[in-house]
């Protein structure tokens, strides 16, 4: 099992820019593939970004695609979510997450969650 700490959030303009940061603890970091979500008020959590355990694949939500870049650098145990050019549509508490396997889209397919930090976009 891994345990996850994210970190980052705040409070950002419209058109601004955040990184948040997860950092991971246990065992086999790099074996996992990790995954960032994100709930509103009022609004059931979503899936925002995922990336492969190797780095090499990434996926995203249509409404941060172009937007948003996940990444992992596995020698720091840290996975990143550059969030760029923000909406206050993108206000929400981000989540990150850690599961075995491949292409992995549902809450249920991860099994480790982190405490969530927040964001909040002001228009």
């Known amino acids: 099992q891994v345990q996850l700490a994210e970190s980052g959030g705040g409070l950002v303009q419209a058109g601004g820019s955040l990184r948040l940061s997860c950092a991971a603890s246990g065992r086999a970091f790099s074996s996992y593939t990790m995954g960032w979500f994100r709930q509103a008020p009022g609004k059931e959590r979503e899936f925002v970004a995922r990336?492969?355990?190797?780095?090499?694949?990434?996926y995203y939500a249509d409404s941060v695609k172009g937007r948003f870049t996940i990444s992992r650098p596995n020698a720091k145990n840290t996975v990143y979510l550059q969030m760029n050019s923000l909406k206050a549509e993108d206000t929400a508490v981000y989540y990150c997450?850690?599961?075995?396997?491949?292409?992995?889209?549902?809450?249920?397919?991860?099994?480790?969650w982190g405490q969530g930090t927040q964001v909040t976009v002001s228009s």
């Open positions: 990336i492969s355990w190797n780095g090499d694949s990434t």
């Open positions: 997450a850690a599961g075995r396997g491949w292409f992995l889209l549902r809450e249920g397919d991860f099994g480790s």
